[in-house]
C-alpha cells in the first residue's frame, strides 16, 4: 500500500518515524503521471530502501498566463499508478500548507537558469528551485531522481544543492518517448489529433542534428539552423528556441567541442508548450 501523507506534520512524523539504516529515494513530480515519471519510480526503488513520491502543482512556477489552472489532475489514477509500481509513501499537500499566508522567501539559481525556458519563462525556475529546497528540507532523502526530459531543470537543481551544500544525491533518469519519438508529458493531452502528428519533428530534428554532428559538423549556428528548419515543415510548430548549449552551464558555444553539448528545444503547438532535448558528445 502506498501511503498517502496529506500534510507536512504527517510527512514529518513518517520521515521521523524512518529507520536510521533505510536510504530513503524521492521523486518530485506534478502529477498526471505517465510512462516517464514511473521510470523515475523504478530507478529510486532500484537505488533506495524506501522511495516517496510527490504530487504538487507548484502555482510559484507558473507564469500568469500559462496553464496553472488547466493543469491535469487524475489523482485516483496517480494513486493507483504508485500503488503498482510498489512506492512506498505520497507526498500530497495543499497551496495553503505549503505556501501559508505571509511566506516572503525564495530561492533563486542566477545562472543556469537564465537563458532557453528561464528567457521565456521568467519566475519559472525561482519557482521551481524554491518548492524543490522545501520538499528536500520536508522529505529529506538521501537520493532524488530528476528527468533528463527537464535538462535544465536537472542542471538548475544540481547548481543549487552544491551551491547551497544541501545533502542529496541528485541523479537523472532517462528520457521516456512515444513509439513514434514524442517525449512523453504530461502537456501531451492538450494536444489537438493534428498537433499531435506533427509533434515528433521535434525529435526529429534533434535526430537530425545529432547525425549532422556525427557527421562532422560542429558549428553550432549551423547545427540549430538544421533543427529549425526540420521544425519548419510544419506550419503548426511555433519554435520557441532550438539551441546548442555547453551540456552544464548552459552557456552559449559557437562549436561543440570536447565537452559535447546539450541540444534544446522548446516549440508551441497550438498553445501547447513542448521541450525536448538530446545530449552529442562529451561523456555522452
Ligand atoms: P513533472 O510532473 O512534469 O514536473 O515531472 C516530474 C519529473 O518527471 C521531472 O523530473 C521530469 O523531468 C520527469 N519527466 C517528465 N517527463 C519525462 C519523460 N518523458 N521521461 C523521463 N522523465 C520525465
Known amino acids: ?9 504527517s510527512l514529518r512524523a513518517w520521515r521521523a518515524a ?8 524521492f521523486v518530485p513530480t506534478m502529477g498526471a503521471l505517465h510512462d516517464g515519471h514511473m521510470s523515475l519510480m523504478a530507478q529510486s526503488r532500484a537505488e533506495a530502501d524506501v522511495t516517496i513520491a510527490s504530487i504538487f502543482v507548484n ?15 487524475p489523482i485516483e489514477a496517480d494513486i493507483a499508478k504508485l500503488e503498482a509500481a510498489g512506492v512506498d509513501a505520497l507526498f500530497l499537500p495543499s497551496v495553503e500548507d505549503m505556501y501559508p499566508a505571509g511566506a516572503s522567501t525564495l530561492v533563486e539559481e542566477t ?3 537564465g537563458p532557453l525556458c528561464g528567457a521565456e519563462r521568467p519566475g519559472h525556475f525561482r519557482g521551481v528551485t524554491t518548492v524543490v529546497l ?3 528540507n520536508l522529505v529529506q532523502p538521501h537520493v532524488a ?5 527537464d535538462a535544465q531543470q536537472c542542471a538548475v537543481i544540481e547548481r543549487m544543492v552544491r551551491d547551497l551544500d544541501v545533502p542529496v544525491d541528485i541523479r537523472r533518469g532517462a528520457i521516456v518517448r512515444e513509439a513514434d519519438g514524442l517525449a512523453l508529458s504530461s502537456r501531451n493531452v492538450y494536444l489537438s489529433p493534428d498537433d499531435r502528428a506533427a509533434a515528433p519533428l521535434i525529435h526529429q530534428s534533434l535526430k537530425a542534428v545529432a547525425a549532422a554532428y556525427e557527421g562532422g559538423e560542429t558549428d553550432t549556428a549551423r547545427l540549430s539552423a538544421i533543427g529549425m528548419a526540420i521544425l519548419a515543415q510544419s506550419e503548426r510548430i511555433s519554435p520557441q528556441y ?3 548549449r555547453d551540456p552544464e ?10 565537452r559535447g553539448a546539450l541540444l534544446a528545444v522548446a516549440a508551441k503547438l497550438g498553445t501547447t508548450r513542448l521541450i525536448d532535448n538530446l545530449v552529442i558528445g562529451g561523456q555522452g
Do not use: H
Open 249 to 258: 552551464s548552459l552557456g552559449a558555444i559557437t562549436t561543440v567541442g570536447a
Open 145 to 149: 531522481i530528476f528527468g533528463q526530459k
Open 1 to 9: 500500500m502506498t501511503l498517502i501523507l496529506r500534510d507536512k506534520a
Open 59 to 73: 502555482p510559484l512556477q507558473f507564469g500568469p498566463n500559462e496553464d496553472l489552472s488547466r493543469y491535469p489532475r
Open 242 to 244: 532550438w539551441e546548442v
Open 134 to 136: 522545501k520538499l528536500f
Open 111 to 113: 545562472l543556469v537558469s
Open 18 to 25: 524512518l529507520p536510521g539504516g533505510q536510504r530513503l529515494g
